[in-house]
């Protein structure tokens, strides 16, 4: 039987992951992308970053996106969570101070979840680092739901 989730085993879910998929419309199509994110659940937003194409160039004229995220262990048992909300492009120090709360995030995440060592969390930052200038950006949540089947 599939049922509704309460509010915080959706916040749950999203605080205890960090891949989902991003969807957004472009040229009235919609796209979904897999992405890694942080979820900040006192302040309810996502940040994410990119490099400058395609989405960040759709999202920027459509500013209505959401994020999902599953976590699947059957056909038979799943639970799935939908954040709806705005993208919110960061930019200067401010994008700084977010992209240091994203890897913070990620690293004591993927500490926590999958017991890997910091250095493939050096090796993740490094790549953060290196891009051309990332566009971090925030999912302003509007609103969350979520769903599960046991």
């Known amino acids: 039987m599939i049922k509704s989730l309460e509010q915080k085993r959706c916040s749950e879910i999203l605080k205890n992951n960090y891949i989902g998929y991003l969807s957004y419309i472009s040229g009235n199509r919609p796209y979904t992308v ?30 209505s996106i959401c994020m999902t995220v599953a ?12 954040a709806h909300g705005e993208y919110a492009e960061i930019d200067g120090g401010t994008a700084k101070l977010y992209l240091h709360e994203f890897s913070l995030g990620i690293k004591n995440l993927v500490l ?34 979520g769903k599960m089947k046991s």
């Open 71 to 82: 976590e699947i262990f059957s056909n038979n048992k799943w639970q799935s969570v939908m």
């Open 112 to 145: 926590k979840k999958e017991h890997k060592d910091l250095d493939y969390i050096s090796q993740f930052s490094s790549k953060i680092y290196n891009m051309e200038t990332p566009i971090v950006f925030l999912l302003k949540i509007d609103d969350i739901t």
């Open 34 to 63: 897999p992405i890694t994110y942080y979820y900040n659940d006192e302040e309810d937003y996502i940040i994410c970053y990119s490099g400058n194409g395609h989405k960040v160039k759709s999202m920027r004229k459509q500013t």
